[in-house]
């Protein structure tokens, strides 16, 4: 049971959405510090802008692509009645969700080193 496409979809899904509502949670402290003024909010705009943070962004984008590449194969299948085709589908949204995180994981790399270099 653990080990098919439906669960790792499921849990992945799980994980990826708390991670966005995480981000969401950080966000709204960040844009909630100008309401406190200009220092905390830039101060809290380079506590973001670290490099683990930048790490960081290269997960948020795993989350967002996957999260809603698979929301698009979920509402596919109960649209279509596609039930044969799980599991290509499953594979389709990982791989293009990955393929969507090498490309933006790329610039953020190369981002960080010109910054850093």
């Given at each position: 049971?653990?080990?098919t496409t439906g669960f790792i979809s499921f849990l992945l899904r799980r994980v990826t959405g708390v991670a966005l509502v995480l981000y969401l949670f950080t966000h709204i402290w960040v844009i909630g510090g100008a309401v406190?003024?200009?220092?905390t909010f830039n101060t809290r705009?380079?506590?973001l802008t670290s490099p683990l943070f930048k790490f960081l962004e290269i997960g948020l984008l795993a989350a967002v692509f996957y999260h809603g590449f698979d929301g698009l194969r979920l509402l596919l299948i109960n649209w279509f009645k596609i039930t044969d085709k799980r599991k290509s589908m499953f594979a389709a949204a990982f791989v293009l969700a990955a393929l969507m995180v090498a490309a933006g994981g790329t610039l953020i790399i190369l981002e960080l080193i010109h910054l850093g270099g």
């Open positions: 049971m653990y080990k406190t003024g200009e220092a705009m380079v506590f």
